[in-house]
């Protein structure tokens, strides 16, 4: 074993160092029946798909999340899944997947196309956090059959009939980032005054001045998703994930499902990070500013940004994905794998809709009925 660091894109030799490195197989093997373990969402612990044998995960209760120094250089080494993993590349949609090595991966999880190419080893960051999955696929099913029960516009026969397809649970990169920020700002404020005018009414006029001052604020947790292959509508949706509950990475929580390799790395993540930060500060200092001179308007608000002690989290979050099948359309829809929230498409019955449609008419018909006494632009039927 050699202290030499790790780096991205690595080296017939620098493969070789990995395989070692994780060869201290943490894979675990069920004892009643040697299978190897999967995650459990439903126990937090582990379970055997073969002979259902149940196993405790031990942690380390007080174990916190570490955050990591975003400028220390020491981030680029930390490849080390703690279990030995493959990575496999679609080529229809370009997806890179991380499985354990005894995993099945012959298609994509993501687009489900079996154009899928196999890579030895991980050339990516292992995560620090993650939150692991506490919605099992029993109930990822029921939660999306009563999401599907409730879409008002959705055919009966597909709220009895759909049923959902191969759930499939993957774990979604983000990185999430903290830091110390000292802003210097310049503005102007307004602070209102009535003004008694002759005929005795008032009205508003404002007094303006220019102000400039420092602003301190520890910001924490800001996320950007590490992946640009999906519809930030779709996961919208299925938000928030509980960043409370996040757990210092093992390699347990991942048996059994698939990690997506993110795509976004940290050093493209921290300007979106940035802009999402100064978005949140130009409000915080605008309220501030409001605050210190109790005034009631602020206007051209110019601000720059030293960012210190920045840390970071590279972590994994959980998503079952699914689809459903209605006359021969598939729809895709999500489940949150902390919470269970659902989204995704739906078919739409067109009867629903007119009768929706007509039942809305017939409201504003009966509010202006009974609004006018009747209806005026009748009332010359009524001689
Ligand atoms: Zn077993
Ligand atoms: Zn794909």
Not at 180 to 200: E, L, P
Not at 264 to 271: E, L, R, S, T
Request: aromatic letters at 12%; hydrophobic letters at 35%; glycine letters at 6%.
């Amino acid at each position: 074993m050699t202290d030499k660091p790790l780096e991205f894109g690595m080296t017939e030799t620098g493969e070789e160092i990995l395989a070692e490195r994780t060869k201290k197989e943490t894979d675990e093997k069920c004892p009643q029946c040697g299978a190897v373990l999967d995650f459990d969402p439903g126990s937090g612990g582990l379970v055997c798909a073969y002979c259902g044998y149940k196993g405790v995960i031990l942690v380390d209760e007080n174990a916190v999340v570490q955050e990591l120094a975003f400028e220390s250089a020491e981030y680029r080494e930390s490849i080390d899944w703690g279990t030995e993993k493959k990575q496999i590349i679609c080529q229809s949609c370009g997806a890179a997947s991380i499985y354990d090595q005894l995993a099945i991966a012959n298609e994509c999880p993501f687009c489900g196309s079996n154009q899928v190419m196999q890579e030895r080893g991980v050339d990516s960051l292992a995560p620090n956090a993650v939150a692991p999955f506490e919605i099992s696929v029993e109930k990822a099913a029921e939660h999306f059959s009563f999401w599907l029960k409730r879409q008002i516009f959705a055919p009966s026969k597909a709220k009895r009939q759909a049923k959902a397809d191969r759930f499939k649970g993957v774990y979604l990169p983000f990185w999430t980032f903290d830091a110390n920020t000292y802003s210097t700002y310049q503005a102007r404020y307004g602070r209102d005054r009535r003004v008694r005018q002759k005929d005795g009414s008032y009205r508003t006029e404002t007094d303006w001045y220019s102000t400039s001052g420092s602003y301190d604020y520890f910001i924490d947790d800001v996320t950007v998703m590490g992946s640009t292959r999906h519809d930030p509508r779709n996961l919208k949706r299925i938000e928030p994930y509980d960043f409370q509950r996040l757990k210092p990475y093992r390699p347990e929580y991942l048996a059994g499902f698939v990690s997506e390799r993110y795509s976004v790395g940290i050093d493209d993540a921290w300007p979106q990070a940035k802009d999402q930060i100064a978005n949140f500060l130009d409000g915080q200092i605008s309220q501030h500013i409001r605050n210190v001179n109790r005034a009631d308007r602020v206007s051209g608000l110019r601000f720059s940004t030293n960012y210190s002690d920045r840390t970071y989290k590279y972590t994994l979050l959980p998503l079952w994905m699914s689809s459903f099948s209605y006359k021969d359309k598939i729809h895709e829809f999500l489940v949150n794998g902390q919470t269970g929230k659902v989204s995704g498409s739906v078919p739409i019955s067109i009867i629903r809709v007119i009768i929706a449609v007509l039942l809305v008419l017939a409201i504003v018909l009966a509010v202006l009925y009974v609004a006018n006494d009747g209806f005026p632009f009748l009332s010359t039927a009524r001689y």
